[in-house]
Structure formats: C-alpha cells, structure tokens
C-alpha cells in the first residue's frame, strides 16, 4: 500500500523559508521519480519541482533559485526547501509518486506566506 505524508508546512513573511518533508513507504522509493506539487487558494494543482530516480532534478520556472528538491533513498524522504518565499506561494503543498499508472497523493501541507 502505497503511502506518502507530508510535513513541514507553515506561516512565514515574506523572504523567509521552510523545508516540507515527504515520507514514503510502500514502493521500491529508490526507483522512483517523486514530484512536489502547490495548489494555490481558488486554483488548480499544478507540478513546482521534480527529483528522478538518479538524482535529476527539474523545476517550475517560478521556483527556480529559489526551491531545492532533494531526496534521501535511506530513509526515503524527499524534501522541498523553499527559500526567499512570495505570497503566491502560498497554498497546499503535496508530494506525489507515479505507481503502476497510478499517482498517488498524500494529504498535503499548508504553507502561508503573508506579512
């Protein structure tokens, strides 16, 4: 059963940082491509920073030099530090995994990002 749980989330002004944490069990994690997601308030989820299975990262041209994914095939976790934060980047943060044609989802993370 696959399971992913983020944390991490909070309010913070603007400028500021955070790191969300995904903690995944139930696949092979190493093997896999994972993605880090933002739904912002009124809008649709959308993809903000991929990690493949190598270590190859791509991100969401709003994000770039500000955000790094990463992730650590011991425990596996994968992280998002988001730093110099803005206000659009408030919303719900969730981490995602493409399993047997399938994505799964965890329950999400808020982050807040006002003065």
């Known amino acids: 059963q696959v399971r992913l749980v983020e944390s991490g989330g909070g309010s913070v002004q603007p400028g500021g940082s955070l790191r969300l944490s995904c903690a995944a069990s139930g696949i092979n994690f190493k093997l896999y491509t994972m993605d880090w997601n933002h739904q912002a308030p009124g809008k649709l989820r959308e993809l903000v920073a991929r990690?493949?299975?190598?270590?190859?990262?791509n991100y969401t041209d709003s994000v770039k030099g500000r955000f790094t994914i990463s992730r650590d095939n011991v425990r596996n976790m994968v992280y998002l530090q988001m730093n110099n934060l803005k206000p659009e980047d408030t919303g719900v943060y969730y981490c995602?995994?493409?399993?047997?044609?399938?994505?799964?989802w965890g329950q999400g993370t808020q982050v807040t990002v006002s003065s």
């Open positions: 990690i493949e299975s190598r270590g190859t990262t």
């Open positions: 995602s995994v493409n399993h047997r044609a399938r994505v799964y």
